[in-house]
């Protein structure tokens, strides 16, 4: 029973556009919220997080949206760049549990020159 | 992946051998978490401690024991390796519970259990 959903295992972008990925999770519990990003070979890396009292967060070119009634959250970069290549990690705690993530599957993100 | 140190970054076990993944962490956080990532899924919680002396249970603890006698310091022991454990581990560190308190992770151990 997978807690937290990235139903898209795959996106690709041009250079400079928006990219969206997107996050589902199920259990009701969950207040706090984050995005990671993760390169071959190497640990995830912190990117953006969210409190479940807030519907958004801005961190230069990354946003993060909840959506609580509808338990999605997104995760905006723009402008899209080559870097931002990688798999992207949607991670949830409750209760300030935050060595007890629970992670989604991600999502490889690919962004083309 | 700063302060967060795993060893070793590769190793091939036979069916049935023990061995340890080291985790050590310089930055005196109370917490600190085991992760295991397989092809086509997210990181899973092995086992994780809320402080030394203390450990407890994640979503797939099975054939892994931990210890924490020191702040520093949290492995994982595989008793007795098995095919279903040839997975990426990773390690996980944070110096305080809720909002704003980064979680800082290791670059990950490859095992191969053949």
């Given at each position: 029973?997978?807690?937290?959903?990235?139903?898209?295992?795959?996106?690709?972008?041009?250079?400079?556009?928006?990219?969206?990925?997107?996050?589902?999770?199920?259990?009701?519990?969950?207040?706090?919220?984050?995005?990671?990003?993760?390169?071959?070979?190497?640990?995830?890396?912190?990117?953006?997080?969210?409190?479940?009292?807030?519907?958004?967060?801005?961190?230069?070119?990354?946003?993060?949206?909840?959506?609580?009634?509808?338990?999605?959250?997104?995760?905006?970069?723009?402008?899209?760049?080559?870097?931002?290549?990688?798999?992207?990690?949607?991670?949830?705690?409750?209760?300030?549990?935050?060595?007890?993530?629970?992670?989604?599957?991600?999502?490889?993100?690919?962004?083309?020159? | 992946?700063?302060?967060?140190?795993?060893t070793p970054k590769f190793q091939v076990l036979k069916t049935g051998q023990s061995m340890t993944l080291q985790c050590a962490q310089d930055m005196n956080h109370e917490y600190m978490s085991w992760y295991r990532q397989d092809p086509g899924m997210g990181l899973r919680l092995i086992h994780y401690s809320?402080?030394?002396?203390?450990?407890?249970?994640?979503?797939?603890?099975?054939?892994?024991?931990?210890?924490?006698?020191?702040?520093?310091?949290?492995?994982?022991?595989?008793?007795?390796?098995?095919?279903?454990?040839?997975?990426?581990?990773?390690?996980?560190?944070?110096?305080?519970?809720?909002?704003?308190?980064?979680?800082?992770?290791?670059?990950?151990?490859?095992?191969?259990?053949?």
């Amino acid at each position: 029973d997978q807690q937290v959903k990235q139903n898209s295992p795959s996106l690709s972008v041009q250079e400079g556009r928006i990219s969206i990925l997107n996050c589902d999770y199920t259990n009701s519990m969950f207040d706090y919220f984050l995005w990671y990003k993760k390169y071959p070979a190497e640990g995830p890396t912190f990117l953006i997080s969210i409190s479940s009292i807030k519907d958004k967060n801005e961190d230069g070119r990354f946003t993060v949206f909840l959506n609580k009634s509808a338990k999605h959250l997104s995760l905006h970069i723009v402008p899209s760049q080559p870097g931002d290549s990688a798999v992207y990690f949607c991670a949830a705690y409750s209760g300030g549990s935050n060595y007890k993530l629970t992670f989604g599957k991600g999502t490889l993100l690919t962004v083309n020159p | 992946n700063a302060g967060v140190t795993q060893t070793p970054k590769f190793q091939v076990l036979k069916t049935g051998q023990s061995m340890t993944l080291q985790c050590a962490q310089d930055m005196n956080h109370e917490y600190m978490s085991w992760y295991r990532q397989d092809p086509g899924m997210g990181l899973r919680l092995i086992h994780y401690s809320v402080g030394a002396g203390i450990t407890d249970q994640g979503e797939v603890p099975n054939g892994y024991n931990v210890s924490r006698s020191t702040t520093e310091d949290f492995p994982l022991r595989l008793l007795s390796a098995a095919p279903s454990q040839t997975s990426v581990y990773f390690c996980a560190s944070t110096i305080g519970t809720g909002e704003g308190n980064t979680i800082y992770f290791g670059e990950g151990s490859w095992l191969t259990v053949v």
